[in-house]
């Protein structure tokens, strides 16, 4: 029977195709004696198989992610694991002497390995138990048979329906092989919606209880456009929205072919509008959609793909250098690891708050040694491109002294060692908490640019957790105590002749846009393929009008008021933007 449940909308399209449930449960296994030595041989004998079809599968996926570096790189890893001698002799061993099964033999020298990782205080170390985990769950699954949390290992398209996804599940799974998300926890800028839009992957988050609800194998349709997932639709739902999906995705491609036009507003006034990337290969792509360069680089993504990037400077160098030698002469801004919040909780201890905890330019600071590792990057790779740093979630004044400090020091270093390196590239901050808007005339003169990250600024200003659906209604980015920050932040950086940009989700709000044009924004950075939606609202905006409507925004009383008075405006001059026709039809008795 069809269930309709509702949802927040994180990454727009349509997907309709069969369930595929994420299985987060543990593998149990029970003990099982084995009665003779030819048992024994045989078990030792299925462990064998099970590692060399693990290896194969392994093989597979490094085929299949071949146009991603970084995806290379964690399956070496997992190979290198895979192929531990000590860790193939304690499996084997035991089976012998103890005369257990194969599975059993695995699962306990699984959970002694575990063990040891997660008594680690190097959280690099602890994170090395993803791995472990990840590497033992495939012997495990080729042993039992079943098809676990092999997710890459797919064989046709689904849509994965789950209760929670970390960012790090989404990043591991194959674009071919993965429809839509639906997933009971998650916000819209939660980093799980900002990875599934990076993949352009419709996805709907926060819907309660989908996972509960779906049944393995049923029809889904995945509405990212409006936040709704239908599970087992009838034949009159799955008509209505097939037709969706082929115009939503024509009116996409259409979207994409007008990539050449300027980013101009209707009245003739140049904006930049930039690229928020995840990966270093999505470089690629922003010229084609029509985007200019990249306006946040979020590092820390590599690292889903390389655990070992912290402390391995080629794998930074190498994604940096493609990034800017791809984009050069545009401008790219790269920002340091943004690590904690939401991002690989399980390399850092686990706080009661960690949005309010060890997160980002925190991190880097208590750790010299490691930060000093993607700055060199950086360094060096700043010669092949207009390179540009940020750092985000900055506090305080010291924090952007000390990094600035760093950056010459290593610098210094290089020059002294006869490396090869570019300028010192321009070193800007993320205003993202209201600590930082409240105290930017102190931070300015110590800070080449400025962008504004409305994600967070959002979050911290209103005391709601970007990712929680339990208090999604109140994220709320139009909140006048949200739009006035962002009025005063780019005010005084225009006052004190700085650039601002803004790259969090608000960038590519419709609605949002005349507002920040209207506040003087030098640029938009947004998704890949939101650019060319971005570019045609910005290109039916009047500047001059803009400036009014931002101006009367600062003195109405609530976020609805402030939306309303732009739609207004909007609703007149609005092109024929795609969610917007999708928007009528629906109300015109659609599903
Ligand atoms: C933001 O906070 O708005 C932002 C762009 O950074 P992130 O979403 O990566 O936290
Ligand atoms: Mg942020």
């Keep these: 029977m069809c269930i309709r449940l509702n949802g927040t909308p994180a990454s727009p399209g ?12 543990e593998i149990r296994v029970r003990r099982k004696e084995l009665s003779g030595d030819d048992e024994v041989d045989r078990e030792v004998g299925r462990f064998r198989e099970a590692l060399e079809e693990t290896r194969g599968e392994l093989e597979r996926i490094s085929e299949s992610v071949n146009d991603i570096i970084e995806g ?4 070496e890893v997992h190979m290198l694991l895979l192929n531990d001698p000590s860790m193939i002799s304690d499996v084997e061993n035991r089976i012998r002497n103890e005369r257990v099964s194969a599975e059993y033999a695995v699962s306990r020298v699984l959970h002694d390995v575990l063990e040891r990782f997660g008594g680690m ?11 472990v985990r990840d590497v ?15 997710l890459m290992s797919i064989q046709s398209p689904v849509v994965l329906v789950s209760r929670d996804l970390d960012p790090s599940q989404t990043a591991g799974l194959s674009r071919r092989q993965l429809l839509g998300i639906a997933t009971d926890l998650g916000g819209s800028t939660s980093h799980t919606s900002i990875l599934a839009r990076s993949m352009g992957i419709p996805a709907v988050v926060g819907l309660g209880e989908a996972a509960g609800s779906t049944v393995p194998g049923q029809t889904v349709i995945i509405d990212g456009i409006h936040g709704d997932v239908i599970l087992d639709p009838d034949q009159d739902q799955l008509e209505y929205y097939s037709e969706l999906k082929k115009r939503y995705n024509a009116a996409e491609a259409e979207m994409a072919l007008n990539a050449e036009n300027p980013a101009v507003t209707a009245d003739g006034a140049p904006v930049e509008l930039s690229a928020n990337i995840e990966f270093s290969q999505e470089a690629d792509q922003v010229r084609r959609f029509g985007g200019r360069g990249i306006g946040l680089f979020r590092t820390e993504f590599l690292r889903l793909l390389a655990p070992e990037m912290e402390d391995d400077e080629k794998v930074h160098f190498n994604a940096y250098k493609h990034v800017l030698e791809t984009l050069d002469p545009e401008p790219v801004i790269i920002r340091t690891l943004d690590l904690g919040g939401d991002k690989f909780n399980d390399s850092i201890p686990t706080e009661r708050n960690p949005f309010l905890g060890w997160r980002a330019i925190r991190i880097c600071l208590d750790r010299p040694e ?4 993607q700055l060199r990057a950086l360094l060096r790779a700043s010669r092949f491109g207009n390179a540009r740093i940020m750092i985000p979630m900055i506090t305080d004044r010291d924090q952007v002294i000390r990094v600035r400090e760093m950056l010459e020091r290593i610098a210094g270093e290089l020059d002294r060692r006869g490396v090869e390196r570019g300028e010192v590239p321009p070193l800007g901050i ?8 409240l105290a930017l005339d102190i931070l300015l003169p110590h800070t080449d640019f400025v962008s504004i990250g409305t994600n967070d600024l959002t979050q911290y200003t209103l005391a709601v957790d970007r990712g929680s659906p339990y208090v999604s209604d109140l994220f709320d980015s139009f909140h006048p105590a949200v739009i006035r920050q962002i009025e005063m932040v780019i005010r005084k950086c225009r006052e004190a002749g700085k650039w601002v940009g803004t790259c969090g989700q608000m960038a590519s709000e419709p609605l949002a846009i005349p507002l920040l044009l209207g506040f003087g924004v030098n640029e938009f950075s947004v998704p890949i393929t939101l650019i060319p939606d971005v570019k045609e609202m910005i290109r ?6 803009a400036r009014r409507i931002a101006e009367r925004s600062l003195l109405l009383g609530s976020g609805d008021e402030i939306r309303n008075l732009v739609l207004d405006y909007v609703q007149s001059r609005y092109p024929d933007i795609i969610l917007d026709e999708i928007h009528r039809d629906r109300e015109d008795g659609g599903a």
């Design 430 to 437: 993320m205003v993202e908490t209201p600590a930082a808007v």
């Design 14 to 25: 349509v997907a309709i195709g069969p369930a595929f449930i994420l299985n987060v449960e």
């Design 370 to 373: 490691k930060f000093s590792v």
């Design 121 to 131: 205080r190097d959280p690099y170390l602890r994170n090395r138990a993803a791995d």
């Design 540 to 545: 039916s905006v009047n500047l001059a009008e």
């Design 136 to 150: 033992g769950r495939r012997v495990m699954a080729n042993l039992l048979g079943t098809e676990r949390e092999a």
């Design 72 to 75: 290379q790189q964690l399956i």
